[in-house]
Structure formats: structure tokens, C-alpha cells
């Protein structure tokens, strides 16, 4: 039996603060942690399938023409060479997230350098290696294809525009105003473990192990582009090493280790070279972002645009959503927003972490330091004073938002109050500054099921598709099942990450938490009640602890009240009415120390702090591990992290870990994180809201805003490497 729970209105009942085993919101390790840091967690391409060969993809050579395989026939009779296969399902480009079918396919055309167009399976891998490295791939008819976004012929985006009174008029008779251009690059999701498949057929019925973040959409994307029944087709995936957005889609290793399974009669795995998950995964696409901001005297903003250009490759729809917080995080009546999306061949664009908020309210943020300086008040206060009452551009009511406490706490918090005048403070060669940026992300609720499982045994099961990027999905299922069903956490056993479990949201958009979380609550919600109906009493007369039921001054264990039998409930949410009622976000507040080299430029984070505030927190720890991860992200992005594209044909010129720069240990200080407590009743039944992309969205800014009042050059060319940051001083 289902039971099925559509979000129409605010869900006032807050069990879960009720619950006697006190589970939710606890700070407990993640129950496959020992698997994880001891090496025995299998994932994607660690699986040993008897019989398995090996795939190693081929890249195109150039951006544009037909592809010849020139010397295929001697390719295929090297040593160990079982197929050298170009096939016309294979995938130019992985599937956006959420997208539900297969991408463009077609290796015949190259559409950007390093796209993969073919696969060469051998019995070893180092075979497949040198025989796919072997393989001449020439480009027929090639033309010269626009690869530079600024010159790059543009589609404006019609449905990302606004215009909500007059602007040009709100700066001219602005007290104060900026009108300012920053551009950022293109970012590499740079997970640890590569992109990597398995394939296996038993006759028509195909397995995939795989490293993929939402397996619903992942299974349909994959029976689309190889023409074959979703049910006809399973994936496996119990653990990702990270994915970042990467992961979200079907991507072209899936569909070659597929076809080429087919085609030997064996299993074959297909993992991407490090090179290649820079080359033809999902970047995020680059930015140029124009901000104007006109306030009165007192500091309130009476205008506020904000214009943006992003990239892809023609044919695809994403472009980067760089506007979403600008709608709604500041007060302002006059407003203006418009994005082109420039056709470059280059590599797709896509969903890297926090995509939109990461780089948009980064700037935004920027730009409202600029304005702080300008009319010489706070930044803190300037924020302050431009929260909306309400969003200023539909009207409706905020959810739930402790913006003003997160900027206060963690003003408090980090000691604020002793912020340096510009250029101010020094010790011996380092200048020393602070800065500070808001947080903001948008929140939303996906379609999801789980199915609960109470054994005779009084064990706890609990089966979803939804997986564990490394968020701490395991752990939080399991507290809220136990909760609910007043279990420790050791009793409950829950398994992710295979397409035969009940559909899931999936890993992605800060979602995955709450989504799949409130069918796990809404199954266990369920098997209440039908304990509660073999016991004849109300369901809210029945409290369960340890493994025991009360009830009307009795007690009775719950493999007494089973007798034999097993409970079995399917929970499924849908979003509803909630999701365009009010306006739904989450919010928080960094602020960080930075250090600049007075003869280099060099600048060093010394400390950072976040406050952040998104509803019930499900599990302190891992919630806080992911805002760290989301202020490293941020350090990244201020200080290190570039795709460099060669101008003359759009290849990406520092694809490996070596020259694509994400912070290292000794670039990250002690990161501190406070979580506000929140409740809010219009987003789930849990109370919950996404917080995984939260802690990256506008960190950067409060790096570059220490390092302008360190030093008082502004960078607005991310990242502000120290050739930046030296020819300003």
C-alpha cells in the first residue's frame, strides 16, 4: 500500500520534535563511513564481474567535421582488441539533470574538441589504452566554429527577463549608485573518483554499475539512447565518489560500455581518464555579469539589474541560472534582468555545484560591497537594510527566513566589529582585511518515494534509488526512520542506489535531503498507523522507544505486536501547491580573514565563518560538513579555480588535477559553521530545506571584499589571482 502525501499546504505538525529517540538533527557519523575510509566500499569501476574487458574512450581531435576512423581495421587487429566501435547512440555530451531522455547522440560530427566519438575494447586495460591512443581520427570538412563567448553569435533569453519600473531613472536620481561588469570562468565539478560504468547484458536485460546521482531519471536517459524498455534495464549505484552536478545526467562512458557489452558478449567497463572528466563532463559555464545598484541616501535600494551572458553548445537548453537570488534576496522597486546565452563549441555546460546562486550571488555580493563603500556605512548594515518584507517582485510571503539573524550571529560570531579601515591593518609584509557576503539559494521539493519495511524481527528496512554522493544520505534516512519508529539507529538498514527500489528524487539541487526524507517519514507514518490499528487504539495515543510500544498503560515489544508478520508501506511525495504559494529559500551569511602579500599579491584566507539557516537540520555533522565543503568550494572560486580555454579552438588547456587548481589543505584555514535553528511548515513535513549548495553561494565575495579592504583593489575578474590583486596595488 502507498501512502501518498501531496505538499498543497503548510504541514503544521511537527512530529519529529516529538519523538522520544531524539535521532533527527543529531550529530551522528555515517553508518558507511568505515566502509568508505577503509577502502571496502565497492564503487562504480571497483566491481569484479567475471569475464569483464575493458573500454577506453577516443576524443575528437578538433571542433567541427566529420569523423574517419583512418586506420580502424589496423586498430582492431592489435593485441587483445576485441572491438573499436563507433555507433550512432553513442552520446555527444552528457544528459542535463533531470532531463528524463537521452541527450544528442551521434559521433559522426564533432561538435568540441575532446568530445568523445568511439570506444576500443580490449582484454586489458593498458590494451585499450594504447590501441585507443593508437587510433587516427581525422575531421572531414571542418569549418572554423565560434569557441569565444564574447563574440559568440547570442540567443537572448526571453523567459529570464524583467522589467519592474524604471531603472534608468531609479540611477539618475540615485544618492549613491555602482554600475559595475565582473566576469567569472568556467568551473570543472572535479569529483575524486572518475566517471565510470560497468555493462553487463543477460540476454535482453542490461546492468549498469555506474557512478550517477539520480537513477530514475538515469535508467530513462539510458534505455532512450539505446532504444531498449526502462524495465529491460538496471543501475546500480551504492556509493559516488562525489559528483558535484557532473553526475546528474547520463553521460557517455554509460552508453559506450552498453553498446560494446553488446557487441563482445561480455562485460565491459568504461572509465573515464582524468583528461576526459575535464574534456567532455559538464562545466560550469562562464560568466559576464553587469550589476547596477542605485540607493538613497539613507542606503536603501530604490534599482537594482542585473545582466548576465553565459555559453553552451548549440542544442542545448541549461543556461546558467546566474539571476535566480537577485529576484528575491534585496529589497528594490525598480528592476531590471536579462541573459544572453552564447553558442561556443566547447565543451557542455551544465550543473556544477550550487549552479546559478555559486556564481551570480557572488557578484551580486560584490557589487554591494562596492556599494557599502561608496556610501561609507557597513556592509553588514546596508544588507540590513534591504531585506524585503516580502518578495519584491511577486509579492508573496517568504517561507521561513532568518537572513537578519544569520547576518547578525555571524557578524557576532567572527568578530565583526573589529573590521579594519581600508589598507589599515598590517603585520610585517601580509595586509590584513575582512570582508563579508551574504548567502541565499532558492528550495525545492521533488517527487519522491521509499519503501519501510518493519521485520518481525522489530528491524527496520529502509529501500529508496536515491543515493549518497558523499552528503550523508544513509545516515539521514536512517534517523528519520528511527524516529518515527523508535528504533536506534542501529536497527534500521537502509539501501540506495538500485533502480529496483522505489524512485527517488535523487542527489541534486539540495533537494535529495528533504525529498527523499519525507517519504521515508511519510512510509513510517503509515506502518504507525497499522500498528496503531492492531493495538486498537489513536495512533497519536501510541508512543514508540527502543523497540517498544505504549499504549493505554501497556507495553508491549514490537516483534510481540508482529507475531511472525512483516509491515511493509510505500511512501510517496508529491509537490504541491507550497511550491508557488510562497517564496522558498534558504539564507546565511560568511565572513572571512584574509592576509595579502604586500610585495606579491599572494593572498591567504586566515579564518572563515558561515552562519546559515535552512529549516530543520537533519543531522548536525553532516549538514556542517557540507557547508564546509561549500565555503572550500568558495575559496576555490575567489582564489584558484579556472577552466582555460585555448581561444583558437576551445579546448580546455588544463585538464587535469595538476593545473585545474582546487584549494588544497594548506589553502583552507579552520572554516567555523553555525546552524540556525528554523522551522518551515511550507516546505515538507519534516520542516527541512537543502542546505548541500547552500554554503557555496556568494562565499567567494566575502574573499574578495577582505581582500579589497585589505588592500583596496577591487578584482572583478574571478578568480583574483595574485597578478590581479599586485597590478591594483
Not at 481 to 488: F, H, R, S, V
Request: proline share 5%; aromatic share 6%; charged share 25%.
Amino acid at each position: 500500500m502507498t501512502e501518498q502525501f501531496k505538499m498543497d499546504a503548510p504541514a503544521t505538525a511537527r512530529r519529529l520534535d516529538e519523538m522520544a529517540q531524539g535521532l533527527v538533527g543529531a550529530p551522528l557519523d555515517r553508518p558507511e563511513g568505515p566502509l568508505k575510509v577503509t577502502g571496502t566500499a565497492t564503487y562504480a569501476n571497483e566491481w569484479q564481474v567475471e569475464g569483464m574487458v575493458h573500454g577506453v574512450m577516443v576524443r575528437a581531435p578538433g571542433n567541427s567535421g566529420r569523423v574517419v576512423l583512418a586506420n580502424r581495421d589496423d586498430v582492431a587487429k592489435m593485441p587483445g582488441v576485441l572491438a573499436v566501435i563507433q555507433d550512432e547512440r553513442l552520446l555527444r555530451n552528457p544528459a542535463q539533470g533531470t532531463a528524463n531522455k537521452a541527450p544528442i547522440q551521434g559521433p559522426d560530427h564533432a561538435s568540441y574538441l575532446g568530445q568523445l566519438i568511439a570506444v576500443v575494447v580490449a582484454e586489458g586495460f593498458e590494451q585499450a589504452r594504447h590501441a585507443a591512443q593508437s587510433l587516427k581520427v581525422e575531421l572531414e570538412n571542418g569549418e572554423v566554429m565560434p569557441v569565444d563567448p564574447a563574440t559568440a553569435a547570442v540567443e537572448p533569453q526571453e523567459a529570464k527577463t524583467l522589467d519592474q519600473g524604471d531603472l534608468d531613472g531609479a540611477m539618475q536620481e540615485a544618492a549613491f549608485s555602482v554600475d559595475v561588469t565582473y566576469t567569472t570562468p568556467s568551473h570543472s565539478s572535479s569529483p575524486m573518483e572518475p566517471h565510470a560504468s560497468i555493462a553487463s547484458w543477460d540476454g535482453d536485460d542490461l546492468t549498469l554499475r555506474g557512478s550517477y546521482q539520480m537513477l530514475k531519471y538515469n535508467r530513462n536517459e539510458l534505455s532512450d539512447a539505446l532504444g531498449i524498455h526502462p524495465d529491460r534495464l538496471r543501475i546500480l549505484s551504492p556509493y559516488v565518489g562525489g559528483g558535484f552536478g557532473s553526475k546528474l545526467g547520463i553521460a557517455p562512458e554509460a552508453v559506450a560500455a552498453a553498446i560494446a557489452a553488446k557487441e563482445v558478449g561480455r562485460p565491459v567497463s568504461v572509465a573515464l581518464q582524468r583528461p576526459q572528466v575535464y574534456e567532455a563532463t559538464m562545466r560550469r559555464s562562464e560568466t559576464t555579469q553587469r550589476l547596477r545598484l542605485a540607493a538613497d541616501a539613507e542606503g536603501k535600494l530604490t534599482g537594482l539589474g542585473h545582466d548576465a551572458r553565459v555559453s553552451n553548445l548549440p542544442g542545448e537548453t541549461f543556461a546558467e541560472p546566474v539571476l535566480q537570488a537577485s529576484h528575491f534576496l534585496y529589497a528594490g522597486a525598480n528592476r531590471k534582468m536579462s541573459m544572453d546565452l552564447a553558442r561556443v563549441h566547447r565543451l557542455c555546460a551544465g550543473s556544477v555545484r550550487a549552479p546559478g546562486e555559486a556564481v551570480g550571488v557572488t557578484v551580486f555580493e560584490g557589487a554591494m560591497d562596492e556599494l557599502a563603500d561608496k556610501i561609507g556605512m557597513d556592509p553588514v548594515e546596508l544588507r540590513r537594510r534591504n531585506i524585503p518584507e516580502k518578495d519584491p517582485e511577486s509579492g508573496k510571503d517568504f517561507s521561513s527566513r532568518r537572513f537578519r539573524e544569520a547576518l547578525d550571529s555571524g557578524a557576532e560570531t567572527f568578530g565583526w566589529a573589529d573590521r579594519p579601515g581600508i589598507k589599515e591593518r598590517r603585520e610585517g609584509e601580509w595586509l590584513i582585511g575582512y570582508g563579508m557576503a551574504s548567502a541565499a539559494r532558492i528550495n525545492v521539493l521533488m517527487e519522491s518515494q521509499a519503501r519501510v519495511t518493519l521485520m518481525p524481527d522489530g528491524r527496520l528496512r529502509v529501500e529508496t534509488d536515491m543515493t549518497d554522493i558523499g552528503t550523508g544520505t544513509y545516515a539521514i534516512l536512517g534517523q528519520i526512520a528511527g524516529d518515527m519508529m523508535g528504533l536506534p539507529r542501529d536497527a534500521v538498514d537502509v539501501v540506495l542506489g538500485d533502480t529496483t527500489l522505489p524512485p527517488a528524487s535523487g542527489s541534486g539541487g539540495s533537494w535529495g535531503a528533504s525529498s527523499s526524507g519525507t517519504s521515508v517519514y511519510l512510509a513510517c507514518e503509515a506502518i504507525r498507523n497499522q500498528l496503531a490499528e492492531r493495538l486498537e487504539v489513536d495512533e497519536n495515543d501510541l508512543t514508540l522507544k527502543d523497540g517498544m510500544a505504549t499504549f493505554d498503560n501497556q507495553t508491549r515489544s514490537l516483534s510481540e505486536i508482529l507475531n511472525g508478520d512483516e509491515l511493509a508501506k510505500l511512501g510517496h511525495v508529491l509537490p504541491g501547491d507550497t511550491s508557488e504559494a510562497v517564496r522558498q529559500a534558504t539564507f546565511g551569511a560568511y565572513f572571512a580573514e584574509v592576509a595579502v602579500h604586500a610585495a606579491s599579491g599572494e593572498t591567504r584566507v586566515r579564518r572563515m565563518h558561515g552562519t546559515f539557516a535552512a529549516g530543520r537540520i537533519l543531522n548536525a555533522k553532516t549538514a556542517r560538513s557540507q557547508c564546509l565543503g561549500g565555503m572550500t568550494f568558495g575559496i576555490g572560486i575567489a582564489l584558484t579555480e579556472e577552466l582555460a580555454f585555448d581561444p583558437r579552438d576551445g579546448h580546455v588547456a588544463n585538464h587535469n588535477l595538476a593545473e585545474y587548481h582546487i584549494p588544497v589543505n594548506a589553502d583552507v584555514p579552520q572554516l567555523t559553521v553555525d546552524l540556525l535553528e528554523e522551522r518551515d511548515d511550507w516546505a515538507n513535513p519534516l520542516q527541512a530545506k537543502g542546505i548541500g549548495e547552500l554554503g557555496i553561494c556568494g562565499a567567494a565575495a566575502a574573499i574578495t571584499n577582505a581582500i579589497y579592504n585589505a588592500t583596496g583593489v577591487r578584482v572583478r575578474d574571478y578568480p583574483a589571482t595574485l597578478d590581479k590583486v599586485i597590478a591594483g596595488m
